[in-house]
């Protein structure tokens, strides 16, 4: 009897450990943070209901805006995640700086071949824009725009081998302007090289070997 609970009490604790160690191995929901408004995906504050798309519409701490978020199941794979941050605001007569971030978690391997993660940055502002991305909390690239059009390609190279997570972060400071002053941009962060540019490598390498065998023929 005693050998029988002894089994009992090791199926449960490894069962309770595999439990543990699954849970945190599941990815979090993607979610929005625009000043002190959380945005999850599906949740109440979320406009759309597809998975992988959120939107939301409304003045948060001095400015008006649109704030729309994608990643995986709208764009990307999940052993190719892509995540895209799309913003457009005005400032009203109260503003101050407006932090809008964008996060989300993966767990499945990267495809084979991806070397790193690209940030691709454009919009236009009348004020002052910082913009960071992270891999896991290290900053992969940083850019900063002020009073015109703007656009920027920075490559990071780094390839997480377990769970890891993607963050966009944009500081919009309207302080010094006038009300109504516009501010819009495209965060798109995506895996390096892209997948169809590694398909489109193979095909071309499949393709030059198969040249010079018919011509050694």
Do not use: C
Not at 154 to 167: K, S
Request: hydrophobic residues 45%; without cysteine; proline residues 5%.
């Amino acid at each position: 009897m005693k050998k029988i609970l002894k089994l009992l009490v090791i199926v449960m604790a490894f069962v309770l450990v595999a439990g543990i160690s699954q849970v945190s191995a599941i990815s979090t929901d993607p979610i929005i943070t625009i000043g002190s408004i959380e945005v999850e995906d599906n949740s109440p504050a979320d406009l759309m209901t597809e998975a992988g798309w959120l939107l939301y519409a409304g003045n948060v701490e001095g400015y008006t805006g649109v704030f729309t978020g994608f990643t995986v199941d709208k764009i990307g794979r999940p052993d190719a995640p892509e995540m895209d941050l799309n913003v457009a605001v005005f400032s009203g007569q109260t503003k101050g700086n407006l932090l809008v971030t964008f996060e989300d978690s993966f767990s499945v391997p990267l495809a084979s071949g991806i070397t790193g993660f690209e940030t691709r940055i454009g919009g236009t502002t009348a004020g002052n824009v910082s913009f960071n991305t992270y891999l896991n909390g290290v900053l992969m690239a940083a850019f900063n725009a002020s009073q015109g059009a703007f656009s920027t390609e920075i490559a990071a190279i780094g390839v997480p081998t377990d769970v890891y997570t993607l963050r966009i972060e944009a500081l919009i400071d309207h302080t010094s302007l006038n009300s109504l002053s516009p501010t819009s941009f495209d965060v798109h962060v995506l895996p390096t090289p892209e997948p169809g540019t590694l398909v489109l490598l193979g095909t071309g390498l499949a393709g030059l070997g198969l040249y010079r065998i018919r011509r050694k023929k």
